[in-house]
Structure formats: structure tokens, C-alpha cells
């Protein structure tokens, strides 16, 4: 197995983690309530992976990750992911996830459509569901149905996708609701 490496590093949402190995990035985690909890699920991920200081491709994914996730426009598709242990069409249902545009969203039947796969829209969410690279591969643009941001959302759970949506713009042509009005009076997540 090849070696793994990680770290973790401050949002605007939150301390993440990143994991990679001599081939690209294999996970990214977002934050959890606490810095801990985040460790723990990366280190459950990889557990023969060792904390050191990332390289300089890596640095560049995570100042991309921490733009994005401070509401700039920023485009991560074409940092390298390690996809070795990726099936065949979670592979493909990734690649076309990392096509969607910054503020935009796509429903899980409009993916399994252009995918080719129009029968396939639970396996599109299963794909989805099991995404290791939050925010590489933005699965918090994707939706069950149009203009609906419940359902499960990976590893980054229905408040993140729901946050991460507003940083993007992408609920703005919607009305505001009650879902919403709680989160904005969210206290922040801890950053450390």
C-alpha cells in the first residue's frame, strides 16, 4: 500500500483534514463539532496514514479548499485525486460532479442523464453518499430534487451542504425558510 500522509488547517467553517498519498489526494474531511471528532473519522479513513507537513501541490489544494469555503470562486478540478479505490462509476459520478459550477446545483436525476444512466439515480446518490473528497468533488451541489438541500449529504451532513450552498450563492432564487433562519443563527463551529 503506498504511503499516506495528512494534516489538517483552519476555514471559515471549521478545522478539515486532508489525506494523500504519491498519487493525489484520497480524502478530505470537513469539520465536525469538534477538531477531534474530525481526527478521528480521518484517522478511521486512513489509519496508516502520518500527520506531517503538506508539500507544495498539497498547500495548493488546501488554499483553493479554504477560498472556496470563504465564498471565492475557485476551481478545484483539476487537482489530483487518488482514485485507485474508486469503482469504476463512483469515478464517473465524480468526474461529472467536478463540472458543476461554482453557485450552481444539479439534481441526482440530472447527473444519472448525463452520465447516460437515466435508470441509475439511486446509484448516483449512493456514489454520492460515499464521496471521500468533500469539496474536491463538490457533492454539496448536488440534490435529491431541485431547490431541496435535505437528504444526506457524505461526510459533510445537510447543515454543511446547506452553508456551504449559501457561502456559493447557489439558494439565492429561492424564499428563505425556516431551515434556513436556524442556520444563520447557527453559532460558528470551533476552530481548534
Same mark, same amino acid.
Given at each position: 500500500?503506498?504511503? +499516506?500522509?495528512?494534516?489538517?488547517?483552519?476555514?471559515?467553517? @471549521? +478545522?478539515?483534514?486532508?489525506?494523500?498519498?504519491? =498519487?493525489?489526494?484520497?480524502? /478530505?474531511?470537513?469539520?465536525?463539532?469538534?477538531? %477531534?471528532?474530525? +481526527?478521528? +473519522?480521518?484517522?478511521?479513513?486512513f489509519p496508516e496514514a502520518r500527520e506531517v507537513t503538506p508539500p507544495v501541490d498539497i498547500e495548493l489544494a488546501i488554499e483553493g479548499i479554504v477560498a472556496l469555503? !470563504?465564498?471565492?470562486?475557485?476551481?478545484?478540478?483539476?487537482?489530483?485525486?487518488?482514485?485507485?479505490?474508486?469503482?469504476?462509476?463512483? !469515478?464517473?459520478?465524480?468526474?461529472?460532479? &467536478?463540472? %458543476?459550477?461554482? *453557485?450552481? #446545483? &444539479?439534481?441526482?436525476?440530472?447527473?444519472?442523464?448525463?452520465?447516460? #444512466? =437515466?435508470?441509475?439515480?439511486?446509484?448516483? @446518490?449512493?456514489?454520492?453518499? !460515499?464521496?471521500?473528497?468533500?469539496? $474536491?468533488?463538490?457533492?454539496? &451541489?448536488? $440534490? /435529491?430534487?431541485?431547490?431541496?438541500?435535505? @437528504?444526506?449529504?457524505?461526510?459533510? *451532513?445537510?447543515?454543511? &451542504?446547506a452553508r456551504l450552498l449559501g457561502i456559493e450563492g447557489a439558494l439565492d432564487d429561492r424564499r428563505p425558510t425556516l431551515f434556513d433562519a436556524l442556520l444563520s443563527?447557527?453559532?460558528?463551529?470551533?476552530?481548534?
Amino acid at each position: 500500500m503506498a504511503a +499516506r500522509e495528512y494534516t489538517f488547517f483552519d476555514t471559515s467553517v @471549521g +478545522r478539515c483534514g486532508i489525506a494523500w498519498g504519491r =498519487s493525489g489526494i484520497v480524502g /478530505v474531511r470537513l469539520p465536525e463539532a469538534r477538531e %477531534i471528532e474530525t +481526527r478521528r +473519522r480521518l484517522l478511521l479513513q486512513f489509519p496508516e496514514a502520518r500527520e506531517v507537513t503538506p508539500p507544495v501541490d498539497i498547500e495548493l489544494a488546501i488554499e483553493g479548499i479554504v477560498a472556496l469555503l !470563504r465564498g471565492a470562486p475557485c476551481d478545484l478540478s483539476d487537482v489530483p485525486l487518488d482514485l485507485a479505490g474508486v469503482a469504476p462509476f463512483h !469515478r464517473r459520478v465524480y468526474d461529472t460532479v &467536478r463540472l %458543476i459550477p461554482y *453557485g450552481q #446545483t &444539479r439534481t441526482h436525476a440530472e447527473l444519472a442523464a448525463r452520465l447516460g #444512466t =437515466s435508470g441509475a439515480v439511486h446509484a448516483v @446518490g449512493q456514489a454520492i453518499n !460515499r464521496n471521500p473528497f468533500a469539496i $474536491l468533488v463538490p457533492c454539496h &451541489r448536488t $440534490l /435529491v430534487t431541485a431547490g431541496h438541500t435535505s @437528504g444526506f449529504a457524505g461526510n459533510a *451532513g445537510i447543515v454543511t &451542504r446547506a452553508r456551504l450552498l449559501g457561502i456559493e450563492g447557489a439558494l439565492d432564487d429561492r424564499r428563505p425558510t425556516l431551515f434556513d433562519a436556524l442556520l444563520s443563527a447557527a453559532p460558528p463551529q470551533a476552530q481548534g
